[in-house]
């Protein structure tokens, strides 16, 4: 039985034994590259594309590791989970898998496609007021209730373990990588990456990208210490949320660097990637494309791996066009 | 050394052929599913991403075909065609990679991005009026100032034989299959299909997908001969051209049934895939899944290949938004 305790417990064998749990559940999802993007950064990038899985984000991989990680016992009271983004759509994917019940607390004022998603996938949701505190009384609540095992969106080390599996495969489809860089919000996808990568290829720079208009991470990382913003605003909606303590245990440790992007930057490296790569993807899968662009100098001449972390955008309303 | 005279003088030879000619110079593309779009309309759907080729459509394997496969004394003296589409970029992209000549003849009021694209991979753009008279006119000067080898976007054998390789890995990536469609327009990828699934896999039926707005190859095929209708208009601007004589051979002796589908069926169609397989692609290879949706009855239970023929499409007008 491995030690799923905290993020500095996890080993090379949590990966591994998640890979194994998961792999029947989830996509190996293909890594994508473009002749022209490569021209324009002057590197040879591998697109993991995380967008391609059912669900459309790679937050499946770390549901799936914790709902069928679960003995039947704690299984047959389900999972729960407080989120308004794909980790409740994922979690809600994982429990229909394994026919359990998924409870998601979400704010009322969360986009009707995301509450009409996690429905989808059987997730029942009980609405809060949008503010922390409502939403932690709410979900104590609902906890109560239903005793369902809480899955944390990215702090769960059986979660971080999750999403370990998606660098595990990069590194064996592309034989090897000088760097891989990754989007950053709570830090679920950059611990996972830095679990695997550190393990077994840490020759391999592991760079983070954040938006300048969430870069809380980027200010940890240069202070020595988590600072959490009260509500950033940024199109790239999946990087609002501040690192906790076993994200940012990974981060501390093995981060190289942490780059930023501006909203526009993002906005045109995303109409890039859908026009040259040809996949749908969300804001928040663009920032690290923006960055290499941004800092040429640090990806020039390097095979780097980049991560598409998800692809649920709204189509009626693409950032590059005017409303 | 074949005969690549005809149509109908090709065999499965022509076709391993040039998938070991054009191999070092296509992708093998990734093969998607959706759960999602599987429970919508009661099939098990295989979608080739051709739309993922690095010039973004499957004429990259035709245009390498005649491209490569030609001796050193023809090659210098270049390749020649008239499109506006995806064959004049993606027989540009062919031949910067054997880096010779490409005389490409377009009418002026070609989008500005489709011969942007051509410059960009090196094509030599001549002008002509937008009427056939000019541009034969213009095509034949051309061809008689550089000598180039004339490779027709969609009638030459050797882009039959080029495009039939799709096939070839899709009957491979999935294991059989008991059906396959794709759009039909001047007939290429069709007749391609035929090619190889008639060789390889005679029980599998195999469908063409056409806009009710240019059904000239639905008319063709019930009527026995070839129709051609002067000019169609419809948001699959790739499907715009009639048959001739090499494709028709294949589409009379080879085809099951040609499926036809209205422009909102086809932008719904769309919109879906963008949707839940994440892909981007153009308004013709949504075709084939919107037949596919309006005649459940014939696919329903079935393992079906859809090929997802291009994605080139200007993403500042997306046929959902208005305008």
């Known amino acids: 039985m491995l030690d799923y305790s905290t993020g500095a417990a996890l080993t090379i064998e949590h990966v591994r034994e998640a890979h194994e749990r998961i792999r029947p559940h989830i996509r190996r999802t293909p890594v994508l590259t473009s002749d022209h993007l490569d021209a324009l950064t002057g590197a040879t990038l591998f697109f993991k594309c995380e967008n391609l899985q059912e669900p459309g984000a790679f937050k499946v991989r770390g549901a799936c590791n914790a709902v069928f ?3 039947d016992g704690a299984a047959a009271k389900g999972v729960a989970t407080h989120s308004s983004g794909n980790h409740a759509s994922c979690l809600s994917y ?6 359990i019940p998924c409870n998601v607390v979400m704010p009322r004022t969360a986009p009707q496609a995301k509450k009409d998603t996690v429905r989808r996938y059987g997730g029942r949701i009980t609405e809060c007021d949008p503010s922390t505190s409502s939403r932690e009384e709410t979900f104590a609540r609902v906890q109560a209730e239903t005793g369902g095992d809480f899955v944390h969106p990215y702090n769960d080390p059986r ?7 998606c660098s595990l495969e990069l590194l064996e489809q592309t034989g090897g990588l000088d760097a891989v860089i990754a989007p950053i919000g709570g830090g679920g996808m950059i611990s996972g990456t830095c679990l695997t990568v550190s393990n077994l290829a840490p020759e391999t720079a592991i760079y983070a990208a954040e938006p300048e208009q969430a870069d809380d991470a980027f200010r940890s990382f240069k202070a020595g210490h988590i600072i959490a913003d009260d509500a950033p605003e940024t199109i790239a909606d999946g990087l609002l949320v501040p690192l906790k303590d076993n994200t940012w245990y990974f981060v501390k440790t093995h981060v190289t660097d942490i780059f930023t992007a501006s909203e526009q930057e993002i906005i045109e490296a995303m109409k890039l990637t859908w026009k040259h790569l040809r996949v749908v993807m969300e804001p928040s899968s ?5 960055t290499i662009l941004k800092h040429p100098g640090v990806f020039k001449g390097k095979r780097v791996g980049v991560i598409i972390t998800g692809g649920n955008v709204d189509l009626d309303k693409l950032p590059w066009l005017k409303w």
Request: hydrophobic share 60%.
């Open 159 to 165: 979660v971080i373990a999750g999403q370990a599996t």
């Open 94 to 99: 994982a429990a229909m898998l394994r026919g």
């Open 69 to 71: 990680g679960l003995d």
């Open 286 to 290: 663009a920032v690290p494309l923006a």
